[in-house]
């Protein structure tokens, strides 16, 4: 039998997908959707054909899933922001953990493994403290400030994101306004020409302090005057800066930050602690969900006083500082630069000093701090990037053979993957925590605590 292209198909949906799309599966053909959900009966036009799987076009919602609710933001099929948005918040919580559990299951191979039940956001909603808006000329010479849209750099405007904070929708307007009476000229991928490429705002959760920089190809902005006294009326203005990037590449913010006024960093707090933070340090973007994250690290953790802890990819040093608290001397490595200065002052501000930091790749720092130094742990922490721990990290941290691990992670994939090769060295995973930090999106967070159980030494 099979299936063929540009053929008519009726399927019931029973999964998503790693981009919101709804899967089904008709004669063993698994079939990917976009704009499907979990529980639709709907029929399909197949747009593409492989050997175990298809892609179809949404034709008709025969029977809609009652999981489906209307979605607040008017671009949310447009905009590639939000990918669940029409999905009930209770049914994206199910998703997510459904996430975590193949991973590690398909990828991680690792069965009948404890995983608690997901934490969830209690208002789902503007819970994002950053935001990062390519600025843009359509075809037809518009300015457009918004979100790319998914899998493309068209540029989506809104009246409203659901997800960030509502002091953007002022600023944006605000600069808006400044390029159109100062004529500034808007850079073009195409030509690499053009001076304004990209909008960051970010917002202290609870400080409220608020920090824009603007992303330029060039080494000023002209007439700035302008736009600082317009912004500067925007309530807890904080920090304007510009961050210069003249090279012709995806990455948003350059190497270089210049505080055009205020200072160059904002104040928020987690926890008892406070936090200076620049423009190019990475900040979990969903500050409530973050301190129920630390909270669970810091429970995992269960430092008794006299522990030696490694927080490896420790950004501005939050999760380091949380552990100082109890324990008894904890290290941070961290590649950004602007990150580790932010870390030293953050232990600084707080009176924290049984702390170091170190600024470098953790695939180069963590071995040759091994080798050179033999250094110890009790305990070490990972939070890595999506793309997850570098293989000489894992292998590092096996021949230090911790008593305890902690990974946090952003990417159930890469966690199951390095998951896996921590359990075929010596260590068991004894309890997984998934997080929302992301609401509306396919994203989920995880804290894994793991054991040693002393066979890394037998191999
Ligand atoms: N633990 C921190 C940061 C986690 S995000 C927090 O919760 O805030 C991951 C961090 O890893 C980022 O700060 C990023 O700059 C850093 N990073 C990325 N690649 C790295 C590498 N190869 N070595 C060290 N740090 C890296």
Same mark, same amino acid.
């Given at each position: 039998?099979?299936?063929?292209?540009n053929?008519?198909?009726?399927i019931?949906?029973?999964?998503? #997908?790693?981009?919101?799309?709804?899967?089904?599966?008709?004669?063993?053909?698994?079939?990917?959707?976009?704009?499907?959900?979990?529980?639709d009966?709907?029929?399909?036009k197949?747009?593409?054909?492989?050997?175990?799987?298809? *892609?179809?076009?949404?034709?008709?919602?025969?029977?809609?899933?009652?999981?489906r609710?209307?979605?607040?933001?008017?671009?949310?099929?447009?905009c590639?922001?939000?990918? /669940?948005?029409?999905?009930?918040?209770?049914?994206?919580?199910?998703?997510?953990?459904?996430?975590v559990?193949? =991973?590690?299951?398909?990828?991680?191979?690792?069965?009948?493994?404890?995983?608690?039940t997901?934490?969830?956001?209690?208002?789902?909603?503007?819970?994002?403290n950053?935001?990062?808006?390519?600025?843009?000329?359509?075809?037809?010479?518009?300015?457009?400030?918004?979100?790319?849209?998914?899998r493309s750099h068209?540029?989506?405007e809104?009246e409203?994101?659901?997800?960030?904070?509502?002091?953007n929708?002022?600023?944006?307007?605000?600069?808006?306004?400044?390029?159109?009476? $100062? $004529?500034?000229?808007?850079?073009d991928?195409?030509?690499?020409? #053009?001076l304004?490429r990209?909008?960051?705002?970010?917002?202290?959760?609870f400080?409220?302090?608020?920090?824009?920089?603007?992303?330029? $190809?060039?080494?000023?902005?002209p007439?700035?005057?302008?736009?600082?006294?317009?912004l500067t009326?925007?309530?807890?203005?904080?920090? /304007?800066?510009?961050?210069?990037?003249?090279?012709?590449?995806n990455?948003?913010?350059?190497?270089?930050?210049?505080?055009?006024?205020?200072?160059?960093?904002?104040?928020?707090?987690?926890?008892?602690?406070?936090?200076?933070?620049?423009?190019?340090? *990475?900040?979990?973007?969903?500050?409530?969900?973050?301190?129920?994250?630390?909270?669970?690290?810091? %429970?995992? =953790?269960?430092?008794?006083?006299?522990?030696?802890?490694w927080?490896?990819?420790?950004?501005?040093?939050?999760i380091?500082?949380?552990?100082?608290?109890?324990a008894?001397?904890?290290?941070?490595?961290? /590649?950004?630069?602007e =990150?580790?200065?932010?870390?030293r002052k $953050?232990?600084? !501000?707080?009176?924290i000093?049984?702390?170091?930091?170190?600024?470098?790749?953790? %695939?180069?720092?963590?071995?040759?701090?091994?080798?050179?130094? #033999?250094?110890?742990?009790?305990?070490?922490?990972?939070?890595p990037?999506?793309?997850?721990?570098?293989?000489?990290?894992l292998?590092t941290?096996?021949?230090?053979?911790?008593?305890? !691990?902690?990974?946090?992670?952003?990417?159930?994939?890469?966690?199951?993957?390095?998951?896996?090769?921590?359990?075929?060295?010596?260590?068991?995973?004894?309890?997984?925590q998934?997080?929302?930090?992301?609401?509306?999106?396919?994203?989920?967070?995880c804290?894994v605590?793991?054991?040693?159980? #002393?066979?890394?030494?037998?191999?």
């Amino acid at each position: 039998m099979g299936i063929s292209k540009n053929d008519y198909y009726t399927i019931k949906i029973e999964d998503i #997908g790693d981009k919101g799309e709804g899967i089904g599966k008709y004669e063993g053909y698994t079939i990917f959707v976009k704009d499907a959900y979990v529980e639709d009966e709907v029929k399909v036009k197949l747009t593409k054909v492989k050997k175990n799987y298809a *892609f179809g076009r949404l034709i008709e919602i025969i029977k809609p899933s009652p999981y489906r609710i209307e979605p607040p933001c008017e671009v949310y099929k447009q905009c590639g922001g939000c990918q /669940i948005q029409g999905l009930d918040y209770d049914k994206q919580l199910v998703f997510k953990e459904k996430k975590v559990k193949d =991973a590690l299951e398909r990828i991680g191979k690792l069965k009948n493994i404890n995983i608690n039940t997901i934490i969830g956001m209690e208002h789902p909603f503007f819970y994002r403290n950053k935001s990062q808006y390519p600025v843009k000329r359509d075809n037809e010479g518009n300015l457009k400030i918004g979100f790319y849209a998914t899998r493309s750099h068209h540029v989506i405007e809104h009246e409203k994101c659901y997800i960030g904070n509502p002091v953007n929708e002022s600023i944006i307007e605000i600069i808006k306004q400044y390029v159109h009476n $100062n $004529n500034i000229s808007i850079y073009d991928e195409e030509n690499h020409k #053009g001076l304004m490429r990209h909008i960051l705002i970010r917002a202290g959760h609870f400080t409220k302090e608020i920090m824009v920089c603007i992303v330029i $190809n060039g080494k000023d902005l002209p007439q700035k005057d302008q736009v600082i006294k317009a912004l500067t009326t925007i309530p807890n203005m904080k920090s /304007i800066s510009v961050n210069i990037n003249t090279e012709k590449t995806n990455v948003i913010l350059g190497h270089q930050t210049k505080k055009l006024w205020g200072t160059d960093y904002i104040l928020d707090t987690l926890g008892n602690i406070t936090y200076q933070i620049s423009p190019q340090s *990475f900040y979990q973007v969903n500050t409530v969900q973050t301190e129920k994250l630390y909270n669970k690290v810091l %429970e995992y =953790a269960q430092i008794k006083g006299d522990e030696t802890i490694w927080d490896i990819y420790c950004g501005i040093g939050t999760i380091t500082l949380y552990l100082a608290q109890k324990a008894k001397k904890v290290y941070g490595v961290e /590649i950004v630069k602007e =990150a580790i200065e932010d870390a030293r002052k $953050n232990a600084q !501000m707080n009176n924290i000093n049984n702390v170091e930091f170190y600024t470098g790749k953790a %695939e180069d720092v963590i071995p040759r701090k091994y080798n050179e130094e #033999g250094i110890y742990a009790d305990t070490i922490v990972v939070d890595p990037p999506r793309k997850g721990c570098d293989e000489s990290v894992l292998k590092t941290i096996v021949d230090i053979s911790p008593k305890k !691990m902690i990974y946090v992670s952003c990417d159930p994939s890469t966690l199951a993957r390095d998951l896996k090769y921590l359990c075929e060295n010596g260590f068991e995973v004894k309890e997984v925590q998934p997080v929302d930090m992301f609401g509306h999106t396919v994203h989920v967070e995880c804290v894994v605590l793991m054991r040693h159980c #002393g066979l890394a030494s037998e191999k």
